[in-house]
């Protein structure tokens, strides 16, 4: 698809349900590449809830339009800028109205084409929203810690002086081992008391996969990484539950992000709403497969699912 | 080429203390992907996970969590 560098494409952050104090919270937002926020409407009073928008920002073709976005996302720090941008628009959308962020760097020719898709998937749009209102998203991550050094052949503990080095070297293997196992069994328990915390008060869940990699950091061993869609109103019994969950645990540790608009659920996570017919065993794959592109025909096509 | 600035707002929203791998989490395996007229999709082209490898491996048949979480399925508690 080609664009006209001098023309402004335009970036989609979010689908909205209409708020009458929308508008005014978009007023002075700054976006991605400090770009003025704006809705696009879809049309008023149609059948299926025409009070749906779609947040979105003018930007440069030269930076995202399909070359542009090719040559920065090699780029982290730009990247990071679009993310928090991008973010930054969701949060002030969603602290207003429900709303269902979209993939990062969604971008449309126009506003006009970005009003055709809106207009395509009205209906799913609408009965998302409505199955998202009153529900916030939570992170909960559980790290297996690193080995503590302890585990060395110390001089102080143990009858260390009563093994040739090779044995005391592998003795100290061993424990170290054996405290490596015994933190994963721990971390298991607390991935299950998150799991009665999710009984409890979420609706639904979504897995993501463990965090590693530089921007992980060394917080240890990301071994869990989950989202959970509470209800509001159960929001912080779920908080403070899932924060607990590492209690009394040696070696495992756990962080609770949130609360998030529910960008992990922004899509149905498997009934595929019919375009994907009946394989629901899928469901526990990555994303690779949510490419299927053969769907063809209804308004499903415009809206693909998102496995976790 | 001018890189997008910072949102001049942004020093104020709680956004601050949000960790980058946290909001990549969501933004590029969450949301709802469009396709259509759309100019382009980064989960059309992959190319994030490809550039960023090194800064986000992905767990995948090669290279497995160490750990198998084997808890309740997460059906469980789906949509009644």
Known sequence: ?308 | MNGPGRPAAAEALPDRQIALVDLLDRLLAGGVVLAGDVVLSIADIDLVRVSLRALIVSVDPENPSPFEYSGPPRDGHDRR
């Open chain 1, 1 to 308: 698809m080609t664009t006209s560098p001098s023309e402004p494409v335009t970036y989609a952050y979010a689908v909205a349900r209409a708020h009458p104090d929308l508008a005014r919270s978009l007023t002075g937002l700054v976006g991605v590449a400090d770009a003025p926020v704006h809705m696009v409407a879809e049309g008023a009073g149609e059948e299926g809830g025409g009070d749906v928008v779609l947040v979105v920002s003018p930007v440069s073709a030269a930076d995202f339009g399909e070359e542009g976005l090719r040559r920065h996302l090699e780029d982290l720090g730009w990247l990071e800028a679009v993310a928090r941008a991008h973010h930054a628009v969701v949060e002030a959308v969603a602290a207003r109205t429900p709303a269902l962020p979209l993939r990062l760097a969604t971008v449309y020719l126009d506003d006009g084409s970005a009003r055709g898709m809106l207009r395509s998937a009205v209906r799913l749009f609408s009965e998302r929203l409505d199955h998202l209102a009153d529900q916030v998203e939570w992170g909960v991550k559980i790290y297996v810690e690193a080995t503590a050094p302890a585990a060395e052949a110390t001089p102080g503990s143990a009858p260390a002086g009563d093994l040739t080095p090779g044995r005391a070297y592998l003795s100290a293997r061993r424990r170290q081992r054996n405290d490596r196992e015994a933190a994963y069994r721990a971390a298991q328990e607390a991935a299950e008391r998150v799991a009665d915390a999710a009984r409890a008060h979420a609706t639904d869940r979504a897995t993501h996969r463990p965090q590693q990699g530089v921007l992980a950091g060394d917080a240890g061993e990301n071994v869990f990484n989950d989202a959970f869609l509470v209800p509001r109103g159960r929001s912080e019994a779920f908080r403070s539950e899932a924060a607990g969950a590492g209690h009394g645990l040696a070696g495992v540790r756990v962080e609770v992000t949130g609360p998030w608009a529910p960008y992990s659920f922004a899509v149905p996570q498997d009934d595929g709403r019919g375009t994907r017919g009946t394989d629901d065993t899928r469901s526990t794959t990555d994303t690779a497969d949510a490419d299927g592109g053969d769907d063809s025909g209804d308004s499903g096509d415009t809206v693909r699912g998102v496995a976790p």
